[in-house]
């Protein structure tokens, strides 16, 4: 019996996406709900399985082609007998190996998620030789970062001499390399280039003592994490004080629709989270009602989910105002961009300890420069500079959030 494959049905956000890899190839076997191609979106990374056990009959949209939301990308044959690709390393490496076992050992690639297929490859690392340890004995991207880490504990010294052919090359030769641009780092790029070409925008800049956070962190650290089971950090405080400062400035919680200013009744505030497919966007939604703890809660699922690639459409969808920690890399300042269609982005930096002037006397302080860029076509400059001020004053003396002074 002969089914379509077709590309799972995408949300209104998604116009399209790119057919990123097909795991099997025409007449390989495949085993029910066996990853089969990879979709590419703006957002995510969508994964089609095989609906039953069968064979891949023939592929219509092939690797790097566009697809839309329920297009049929193939045909898939129910009950057939499949074959492995002959003549592989990984399968002649294991010819012992029974045949049941062919969807997993012998194509290795296709028990590996997105994100592990891509550190495999960067580390040139074969797939058959990673034990897995997810659903079904996928290998997941911590099996394969612990493949390389204890790789290289069993062999140090042979990591030098391994990188030596790479730097092997004539005289004055400059080697390039081109690689596609994703479709998730041209959405990307699309969007940072339209915030700039359409907004009017603006960053205004303020500094922040962060001793008096740095010293309830300390005190409570121990209480916290023993009562509930994560670490307090900075952007639980961050994300609580925007929260209470965007209740008094809801212009700077609002988004423009045409020519049109939407006022947001609630505070939902995506957190920006690097990856290595690029920047990603989680939103923490109905902050107000949560407490620090849920919000760190939150910030480290999304953040785990985000490297491991599993980040869903939902997940990114939505949010009123955005937060950005610069400081993780080292960056001292920076001017952070507009994440359409909201009219402004906080953006923290690292805590470096400065000479400041306190009541006429020179004190050594951990410091942290604050930048809020906004649209200046909905945000007046008074607006901005006060909404930053109250961010700084909530920091600098917490109590000011469980008051709301």
Known sequence: MSTEIKAPVFPESVAEGTVATWHKQPG?????????????????????????DG???????????????????????????????????????????????????ASGDAILSPAARKLAEENSVDPSAVKGTGKDGRVTKEDVQNHVASSKAATPAAAKPAAMPEVNMAPGERPEKRVPMTRLRASIAKRLVEAQQTAAM??????????????????????????????LGFMSFFTKAATEALKRFPAVNASIDGSDMVYHGYQDIGVAVSTDRGLVVPVVRDVDALGLADIEKKIVEYGTKAKDGKLGIEDMTGG??????????????????LNPP???????????????????KVEILPM??????YDHRMVDGKEAVQFLVAIKEMLEDPARILLDV
Request: proline residues 5%.
């Open 202 to 231: 603006l960053t205004t800049f303020n500094e922040v003592n962060m001793a008096p956070i740095m010293e309830l962190r300390k005190q409570y650290q121990d209480s916290f994490v023993k009562r509930h089971g994560i670490k």
């Open 320 to 337: 009123t105002f955005t937060i950005t920690n610069g400081g993780i890399f080292g960056s001292l300042i920076s001017t952070p961009i």
């Open 55 to 105: 064979v891949i009959e023939e592929i219509l949209k092939g690797e790097g082609d566009i697809c839309e939301s329920g297009e049929v990308i193939g045909r898939f044959k129910e009950g057939a007998a499949g074959e492995s690709k002959p003549a592989e390393s990984k399968a002649e490496a294991k010819p012992e190996e029974p045949k049941e076992t062919v969807s997993e050992a």
């Open 342 to 360: 909201q009219t402004a982005i906080l953006g923290m930096h690292k805590i470096q300890e400065r000479p400041m002037a306190v009541n006429g």
């Open 28 to 52: 390989e076997a495949c085993s029910r709900d066996e990853l089969i191609v990879d979709i590419e979106t703006d957002k995510v990374v969508l994964e089609v399985v095989a609906p039953a």
């Open 368 to 373: 942290m420069y604050l930048a809020l860029s």
